[in-house]
């Protein structure tokens, strides 16, 4: 299965801040890769998929670039509802082989 | 709107089974694939598998093959996740996530909208 690794584990920032979180893959998978928000208790929310396309209703101070083995995400200037965890996802293969990285959290500094 | 709304909270014994289902609605049901995720306590997330909403197959890793089935009802517009062979590594929140088609009608890709997740504890 393809392996997505995500960096750093944890970052801490303050409001107004820019901040970007890395996923790498274990080998080319094109621009199949998905960017989640999630906050404490809460199911995942879509921010960005195909690499870069933003989810209809995220803020545009999110982005998402990338292509074969290395992504980000970036968060222009933080927001006090931004403090989460960041989770990559890819779907390549065939037979199917969906994968998340291991989360990035976003803490208040 | 769009909603998937799950099954409660399920305690269950090691060796047991567990089903649970994700009602959806606000959309044509034949038209969007799901997904089904969990997410172990303080762990990240892991994918369980995909099911055509329009022709039942399914698409389920080899970790889950021999264990997990998915389901679905047409006609009440739910899917439903069986795990078969509980074990206490299998203690987690279960969502299904409506999946956006981005891929074609035969690969899973990103997942729009979620359920609300359903606690499974696995407990001698």
């Known amino acids: 299965d393809i392996q997505m690794t995500q960096s750093p584990s944890s970052v801490s920032a303050s409001v107004g801040d820019r901040v970007t979180i890395s996923c790498r893959a274990s080998?080319?998978?094109?621009?199949?890769v998905a960017w989640y928000q999630q906050k404490s208790g809460k199911a995942p929310q879509l921010l960005i998929y195909?690499?870069?396309t933003l989810q209809s209703g995220v803020p545009s101070r999110f982005s998402g670039s990338g292509s074969g083995t290395e992504f980000t995400l970036t968060i222009s200037s933080l927001q006090p509802e931004d403090f989460a965890t960041y989770y990559c996802?890819?779907?390549?293969?065939?037979?199917?082989?969906?994968?998340f990285g291991g989360g990035t959290t976003v803490e208040i500094k | 709107q769009v909603q998937l709304v799950q099954s409660g909270a399920e305690v269950k014994k090691p060796g047991a089974s567990v089903r649970v289902s994700c009602k959806t609605s606000?959309?044509?049901?034949?038209?969007?694939?799901l997904n089904w995720v969990r997410q172990a306590p303080g762990q990240g997330l892991e994918w369980l598998g995909w099911i055509s909403s329009h022709s039942g197959g399914t698409q389920i890793p080899q970790k889950f093959h021999d264990r997990v089935t998915m389901t679905r009802d047409t006609s009440t517009s739910t899917v439903y996740m069986e795990l078969k062979m509980l074990r206490s590594d299998d203690t987690a929140v279960y969502y299904c996530a409506r999946d956006q088609g981005v891929r074609g009608v035969y690969h899973p890709s990103s997942f729009d909208y979620w359920g609300q997740g359903t606690p499974v504890i696995v407990s001698s």
């Open positions: 996802q890819q779907a390549t293969g065939f037979p199917p082989a969906l994968t």
């Open positions: 606000g959309y044509t049901f034949n038209t969007y694939a």
């Open positions: 080998q080319d998978i094109s621009t199949w």
């Open positions: 195909a690499a870069s």
